[in-house]
């Protein structure tokens, strides 16, 4: 069973900075394409971004290119989403998420609780 252990999330004000952490338990973050997805209240679940298992390579929803930056820590088996600027509507519970190779499609192969982001204008 696939533990994702979100953490990171907090209450920041808009222009402020927060970076998620991902260290999944059951789950070798090099092997797999993951990222991260969202959640606000109200709204469907969305993708945010994704790095790939076999070339690092990135992929990133139109609303945060720029301001995210998403990377991975094989010796920790940790992903991480590092956010700046944030803004109001970046409010959300992140997910970190599997995702298909290409980073196409996130999955719901496993999930977790996921950490709150709150940001105040």
């Known amino acids: 069973e696939v533990q994702p252990m979100e953490s990171g999330g907090g209450l920041v004000q808009a222009g402020g900075s927060l970076r998620l952490s991902c260290a999944p338990s059951?789950?070798?973050?090099?092997?797999?394409?993951v990222g991260w997805t969202r959640q606000a209240p109200g709204k469907e679940r969305e993708g945010v971004s994704c790095?790939?298992?076999?070339?690092?390579?990135?992929n990133y929803a139109d609303f945060v290119k720029g301001r995210f930056t998403i990377s991975r820590d094989v010796a920790k088996n940790t992903v991480y989403l590092q956010m700046n600027n944030l803004k109001p509507e970046d409010t959300a519970v992140y997910y970190c998420t599997p995702w298909t190779d290409d980073c196409t499609h996130w999955t719901e192969d496993w999930w977790g609780q996921g950490t709150q982001v709150s940001v105040s204008s």
């Open positions: 059951g789950f070798t973050v090099v092997e797999s394409s």
């Open positions: 790095i790939s298992d076999s070339d690092n390579n990135t």
